[in-house]
């Protein structure tokens, strides 16, 4: 059972035999944001040339190759996860998901990880906003089953009759920016003055270069695969133009896990930036 395995700290104070049930529930992110400046983080996997996700021969689109997942990967996700008040989706994880594309990872289902929640003063499940620039995606039937509140962020000049669609079914929009996408900073304003105190952004590579390109992420947590993978059509972390000193990340965290994926190896990385409050 790959949860049972064991890692090597390389960095910092290197040591071994470190479980990997637990490592990133004890890094109590519950606890790290506040009223006025909510912890903001992110988690990413990679391959070892950077992939992040490759063409889609069946489907179309992109897809994370299975090969470079790993039960651990998955674990350490989930762990992040529990630790939310509030997870940022978008509109085309939803269409994803309500096609049948991608599995469903909008709640914790983990029953210890659901007690831990309780244990530590969150509800059941966080609540789930989601970033579209279309507004065209359907609500799947999991939010409401499990009483989770939506937000849909988008920006002013969104198509007036998708934004009145969603008014009148009763949701939130906040428009957190002045053209139809919606940028970083007033997107973690408007969640912080909701009262969201942690933050996990669980999206690509536009809505990481969204928060990132406007100083808002607080950390940003990496599994790269020790794997070659290649592919023509790939994404990687970030999209947009070149970015500045806000792409500098400070290591703070790294492990070692051996012979998994099978025949090779990942490092878990964690990374702090710089937000701006
Ligand atoms: N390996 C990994 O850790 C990892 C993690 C995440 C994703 N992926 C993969 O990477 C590929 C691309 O990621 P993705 O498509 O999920 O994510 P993405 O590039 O972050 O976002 C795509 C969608 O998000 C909405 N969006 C993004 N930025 C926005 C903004 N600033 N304002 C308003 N809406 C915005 C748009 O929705 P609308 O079209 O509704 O406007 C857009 O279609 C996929 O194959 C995915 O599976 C891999």
Redesign the pocket.
Request: charged share 20%.
């Given at each position: 059972m790959a949860m049972q395995k064991n890692l090597l700290r390389l960095y910092p104070n290197s040591c071994d035999n470190i479980l990997i049930k637990g490592l990133y529930l004890a890094h109590q992110l519950h606890k790290l944001g506040d009223a006025e400046s909510p912890f903001v983080y992110a988690?990413?996997?990679?391959s070892l040339d950077g992939r992040?996700?490759v063409e889609d021969a069946v489907q179309g689109?992109?897809?994370?190759p299975k090969h470079i997942t790993t039960a651990s990967d998955f674990a350490l996700f989930m762990e992040l996860h529990a630790q939310a008040d509030c997870i940022i989706t978008?509109?085309?994880?939803m269409r994803a998901l309500g096609e049948g594309r991608?599995g469903n990872i909008l709640q914790v289902k983990d029953k210890d990880l659901i007690e831990w929640r309780s244990n530590n003063g969150l509800k059941p499940q966080p609540a789930v906003v989601i970033?579209?620039?279309?507004?065209?995606?359907p609500i799947h039937d999991s939010i409401q089953e499990h009483a989770q509140t939506v937000h849909i962020a988008?920006?002013r000049h969104a198509d007036p009759e998708r934004i009145r669609y969603w008014q009148d079914l009763g949701y939130n929009l906040m428009f957190t920016?002045e053209d139809k996408?919606?940028?970083g900073a007033p997107l973690i304003r408007q969640l912080s003055a909701l009262g969201f105190k942690t933050i996990y952004l669980v999206?690509?590579?536009?809505?990481?270069d969204?928060v990132i390109r406007e100083k808002q992420l607080s950390r940003l947590y990496l599994s790269m695969t020790h794997q070659l993978i290649g592919g023509k059509d790939f994404?990687t972390l970030l999209?947009g133009a070149m970015l500045g000193p806000e792409g500098n990340l400070r290591l703070e965290t790294l492990y070692y896990e051996q012979d998994s994926p099978a025949g090779t190896g990942q490092f878990f990385m964690q990374f702090g930036l710089n937000r701006t409050a």
């Amino acid at each position: 059972m790959a949860m049972q395995k064991n890692l090597l700290r390389l960095y910092p104070n290197s040591c071994d035999n470190i479980l990997i049930k637990g490592l990133y529930l004890a890094h109590q992110l519950h606890k790290l944001g506040d009223a006025e400046s909510p912890f903001v983080y992110a988690n990413f996997l990679s391959s070892l040339d950077g992939r992040i996700a490759v063409e889609d021969a069946v489907q179309g689109g992109t897809h994370i190759p299975k090969h470079i997942t790993t039960a651990s990967d998955f674990a350490l996700f989930m762990e992040l996860h529990a630790q939310a008040d509030c997870i940022i989706t978008h509109g085309g994880y939803m269409r994803a998901l309500g096609e049948g594309r991608l599995g469903n990872i909008l709640q914790v289902k983990d029953k210890d990880l659901i007690e831990w929640r309780s244990n530590n003063g969150l509800k059941p499940q966080p609540a789930v906003v989601i970033a579209s620039a279309s507004l065209n995606f359907p609500i799947h039937d999991s939010i409401q089953e499990h009483a989770q509140t939506v937000h849909i962020a988008t920006g002013r000049h969104a198509d007036p009759e998708r934004i009145r669609y969603w008014q009148d079914l009763g949701y939130n929009l906040m428009f957190t920016g002045e053209d139809k996408m919606v940028h970083g900073a007033p997107l973690i304003r408007q969640l912080s003055a909701l009262g969201f105190k942690t933050i996990y952004l669980v999206a690509g590579p536009q809505m990481l270069d969204t928060v990132i390109r406007e100083k808002q992420l607080s950390r940003l947590y990496l599994s790269m695969t020790h794997q070659l993978i290649g592919g023509k059509d790939f994404r990687t972390l970030l999209a947009g133009a070149m970015l500045g000193p806000e792409g500098n990340l400070r290591l703070e965290t790294l492990y070692y896990e051996q012979d998994s994926p099978a025949g090779t190896g990942q490092f878990f990385m964690q990374f702090g930036l710089n937000r701006t409050a």
